[in-house]
């Protein structure tokens, strides 16, 4: 054996002795108190049944308020039955399932294909609508949890002036165009996120969204239900289909008095006094047509305006957010402690590609803020189109479109069956 291989054989013998006699330096811990490593787990889906059990509930209290609310005209069956929605919708269910989110869920399934619609979330946006249409908007009266939640505070409420009541109700308009478009966009669920009462319900929300919810049960003491009337998207549609309802509440069970309390109880200013009619009826036409003419302007002076301002919509987009900032501050691909970044990075895409992705949402944004502007320019001119149209009226009539159904109108009514 040559002076080679004995190396080579001392060599592997001194290696194969090693586990023999080497002291491990990190060696494994023992735990003599019996505890044992638990296996990473992940939370399971809902239940479908108790999905379905959702929809069931949805349907039942529907069923229950539009009974109190049409046949019964019963204001404190309506109260109770809101109670009801609110202690199950509300606190039980954590504000989730909500109607009034699935605008989102509903409007990103139409843009994005490869997004699956939960068909319970489906159910959710499309019940109540059917419901509204035919019977008022009995699904804010007793169903719609936030609503409820607010109506129990409403103790001192007063009505607004009529003019700031207008002007405020054209905010609802945009939330429900902003939400669409970032919905659209895959950006962000708006609705969900600015939430101000889902922090309440879950006992578990940022301070400065339990301080929003806090500030809108502390002004519903005295305007009642304001989010319900100046912020809520989905009352917006519902206001739609409430306006072709056939058997809407009416105040009176037979002739009206015209002794005016019903107006008086109204603290949402959504009944109607009656009204002759104004002036020349040829004026009248005139300046109706003056303003349906300039519709088309109001919705072109929109869309311009809110192409305008596509740059720092966008910027609620994830994607266009991080490549402005890595555009402006490079040294932010090397900081470990960004979050983004340090995923960007890792994702193998290059700065090209994100640029790329980042151009093409913003080029998204740019004609959905066309949409998003055309589309208030019109409720804009429609509203003042409203405002110039008058229709004879004799008796006090609720406004189909404003009318939340409460019932309070109906106990202050002299007038019974």
């Given at each position: 054996?040559?002076?080679?291989?004995?190396?080579?054989?001392?060599?592997?013998?001194?290696?194969?002795?090693?586990?023999?006699?080497?002291?491990?330096?990190?060696?494994?811990?023992?735990?003599?108190?019996?505890?044992?490593?638990?296996?990473?787990?992940?939370?399971?889906?809902?239940?479908?049944?108790?999905?379905?059990?959702?929809?069931?509930?949805?349907?039942?209290?529907?069923?229950?308020?539009?009974?109190?609310?049409?046949?019964?005209?019963?204001?404190?069956?309506?109260?109770?039955?809101?109670?009801?929605?609110?202690?199950?919708?509300?606190?039980?269910?954590?504000?989730?399932?909500?109607?009034?989110?699935?605008?989102?869920?509903?409007?990103?399934?139409?843009?994005?294909?490869?997004?699956?619609?939960?068909?319970?979330?489906?159910?959710?946006?499309?019940?109540?609508?059917?419901?509204?249409?035919?019977?008022?908007?009995?699904?804010?009266?007793?169903?719609?949890?936030?609503?409820?939640?607010?109506?129990?505070?409403?103790?001192?409420?007063?009505?607004?002036?009529?003019?700031?009541?207008?002007?405020?109700?054209?905010?609802?308009?945009?939330?429900?165009?902003?939400?669409?478009?970032?919905?659209?966009?895959?950006?962000?669920?708006?609705?969900?996120?600015?939430?101000?009462?889902?922090?309440?319900?879950?006992?578990?929300?940022?301070?400065?969204?339990?301080?929003?919810?806090?500030?809108?049960?502390?002004?519903?003491?005295?305007?009642?239900?304001?989010?319900?009337?100046?912020?809520?998207?989905?009352?917006?549609?519902?206001?739609?289909?409430?306006?072709?309802?056939?058997?809407?509440?009416?105040?009176?069970?037979?002739?009206?008095?015209?002794?005016?309390?019903?107006?008086?109880?109204?603290?949402?200013?959504?009944?109607?006094?009656?009204?002759?009619?104004?002036?020349?009826?040829?004026?009248?036409?005139?300046?109706?047509?003056?303003?349906?003419?300039?519709?088309?302007?109001?919705?072109?002076?929109?869309?311009?305006?809110?192409?305008?301002?596509?740059?720092?919509l966008a910027k609620f987009n994830s994607t266009v957010y991080l490549a402005e900032q890595l555009v402006e501050n490079p040294e932010l691909k090397q900081d470990q402690e960004h979050i983004d970044a340090r995923a960007f990075m890792q994702s193998g895409k290059s700065m090209d590609q994100l640029v790329t992705e980042a151009k093409e949402i913003r080029s998204q944004f740019y004609w959905g803020g066309w949409l998003v502007g055309g589309f208030m320019g019109l409720i804009i001119g429609l509203t003042l189109l409203k405002l110039s149209s008058h229709r004879n009226r004799y008796d006090y009539e609720p406004d189909k479109t404003n009318c939340l159904?409460?019932?309070?109108?109906?106990?202050?009514?002299?007038?019974?069956?």
């Open positions: 054996m040559n002076r080679i291989s004995k190396i080579t054989f001392s060599l592997a013998a001194f290696l194969l002795s090693l586990p023999a006699w080497a002291q491990q330096r990190f060696p494994k811990p023992e735990f003599e108190t019996g505890y044992v490593q638990p296996a990473t787990s992940q939370a399971p889906p809902r239940v479908l049944f108790l999905e379905y059990l959702d929809v069931f509930m949805l349907i039942a209290v529907l069923v229950v308020a539009t009974w109190f609310v049409v046949k019964k005209r019963s204001r404190r069956g309506v109260l109770w039955t809101s109670v009801f929605a609110l202690l199950y919708f509300g606190f039980f269910r954590m504000g989730c399932i909500c109607s009034i989110g699935a605008i989102q869920n509903v409007t990103l399934a139409i843009f994005d294909p490869t997004y699956v619609l939960p068909f319970t979330a489906l159910l959710f946006f499309v019940i109540p609508l059917v419901v509204t249409l035919f019977y008022g908007r009995t699904f804010c009266a007793a169903v719609c949890p936030l609503g409820a939640i607010q109506d129990l505070v409403a103790f001192r409420p007063i009505e607004l002036p009529r003019w700031l009541q207008k002007v405020l109700g054209i905010v609802p308009y945009l939330y429900l165009a902003l939400a669409v478009l970032y919905a659209a966009t895959s950006s962000e669920f708006l609705i969900c996120r600015y939430d101000p009462f889902v922090g309440i319900f879950r006992f578990d929300a940022e301070f400065q969204m339990l301080l929003l919810g806090g500030l809108f049960l502390l002004v519903g003491i005295f305007v009642a239900r304001p989010y319900c009337r100046f912020f809520c998207p989905y009352g917006v549609l519902l206001g739609w289909m409430s306006t072709f309802s056939k058997k809407h509440m009416t105040i009176t069970p037979n002739n009206c008095i015209q002794c005016k309390l019903c107006a008086n109880s109204c603290p949402f200013g959504a009944i109607e006094e009656p009204v002759e009619e104004q002036g020349n009826r040829r004026t009248n036409v005139q300046l109706l047509m003056t303003y349906l003419f300039f519709i088309p302007l109001w919705i072109g002076i929109g869309g311009l305006a809110g192409s305008m301002i596509h740059v720092p159904s409460c019932g309070r109108c109906m106990d202050y009514c002299p007038v019974k069956k």
